[in-house]
């Protein structure tokens, strides 16, 4: 029996060893991902011509003197607002108001001499009447025989007398009347100089420019200020001798600013006619809106549309961009593709292609979360 146990151990553990299957791991084949595209084809696309320039102030005022005198006070400094008619600068006026007050007080002495002119006409006036009266009555005794012709000469001397005495005190009278009219002149100008003494804000603005400290001479004509009118900017751009014919006044245009995050809608307000002689340009004024962040010598970029072109574009939501590249995702032959890119303008929610796509390629939008390079896809249209 022991032998018989013996000679069926290697069968059974032959069957054993059988029955192990090899633990070979079979990678299942990975699903598409379901996807959904836009193919790429060519469109009608706006043609736009982009000039720079730099933001200017369309109203600004440099602030000078009109008199030669010391500096007393300065009221504002650069970056500060102003009202209009706010004072802004006093010079040293002291010796105008010597003026002014000598002018005043000939005033003053010419007025006082009017009441003194004015009853000796009155006194004359009385005079001349008596010496009328008189004469009248001599006339009359005269004419009877009643006078000598003595008498009736002197009534007339006197009567010439009066007359003269009349007329000499009304000459002196207007002589005063003259006189104070001179020195009211006098006086207007003095208070007129006094003014210039006083520098004021000629508009509502920002300072963005000061030359003058207390103590400094101040002379005619040299700038001390530079104002300009708050809200009132435009972009002063450079076009091309090329491309005059296709910009108009009144044209609109998209502005971009450096600091600024948005795009301002203005206008074509002036177009210098001169061409600049070395840039073969032409200066080309566009009103700004009136925005707080603007400040003049900002540089900008004003964008035209000349008209429209063909071309290749994609939603712009299927753009990718890591630092200064452009990506999309391809489906091709049932495999996703990332695809750089070169993009162009932006028009409404698409992106013009410059370079990457061709006409009837297959983009995929929305670009599902995670989706690796190289994945199967499945195209649901």
């Not at 400290?213 to 005619?220: C, E, R």
């Not at 712009?316 to 999309?328: C, D, H, M, N």
Request: contains cysteine; charged residues 25%.
């Amino acid at each position: 029996m022991k032998n018989k146990f013996l000679w069926l151990t290697p069968f059974v553990l032959l069957l054993a060893g059988c029955s192990d299957s090899p633990r070979e791991a079979s990678a299942a084949p990975a699903r598409p991902v379901p996807v959904s595209v836009v193919t790429v084809a060519e469109q009608r696309w706006p043609s736009i011509y982009e000039a720079t320039g730099t933001v200017r102030a369309r109203t600004s005022a440099v602030i000078a003197a009109k008199m030669l005198g010391y500096v007393r006070e300065v009221r504002v400094q650069t970056g500060d607002h102003v009202r209009e008619g706010q004072l802004l600068i006093i010079l040293d006026a002291r010796d105008l108001d010597v003026s002014s007050h000598r002018a005043e007080a000939a005033l003053e002495e010419v007025r006082s001499s009017v009441p003194e002119a004015d009853h000796a006409v009155a006194g004359a006036k009385v005079n001349l009447d008596l010496a009328q009266s008189t004469f009248a009555r001599m006339q009359e005794l005269w004419n009877k025989k009643s006078i000598s012709n003595q008498e009736f000469d002197e009534a007339s001397a006197k009567v010439k007398a009066a007359q003269s005495a009349y007329d000499a005190v009304r000459a002196r009278r207007a002589q005063l009347d003259t006189q104070a009219a001179r020195v009211q002149q006098d006086v207007r100008a003095a208070e007129v100089a006094r003014s210039y003494a006083q520098i004021t804000a000629p508009f509502a603005g920002l300072v963005t420019a000061k030359s003058v400290d207390p103590g400094s001479l101040a002379a005619p004509g040299a700038a001390l200020l530079t104002i300009e009118r708050a809200g009132s900017y435009r972009l002063e751009a450079s076009i091309e001798e090329s491309r005059l014919a296709s910009i108009r006044v009144g044209q609109p245009a998209v502005v971009t600013l450096d600091g600024l995050e948005r795009a301002l809608d203005a206008r074509v307000s002036e177009i210098v006619p001169a061409v600049d002689a070395a840039s073969r340009s032409y200066l080309v004024k566009i009103d700004l809106p009136a925005i707080p962040a603007l400040r003049s010598g900002t540089f900008g970029r004003a964008s035209f549309q000349t008209g429209t072109r063909a071309a290749l574009a994609i939603p712009a939501g299927a753009v990718t961009e890591r630092g200064q590249l452009q990506s999309t995702v391809v489906a091709e032959h049932g495999v996703a593709h990332m695809r750089l890119i070169t993009t162009g303008h932006k028009s409404d929610d698409q992106v013009e292609i410059l370079s990457g796509l061709a006409a009837g390629e297959n983009v995929i939008f929305p670009v599902p979360k995670g989706l690796p390079d190289g994945a199967a896809v499945e195209v649901r249209r």
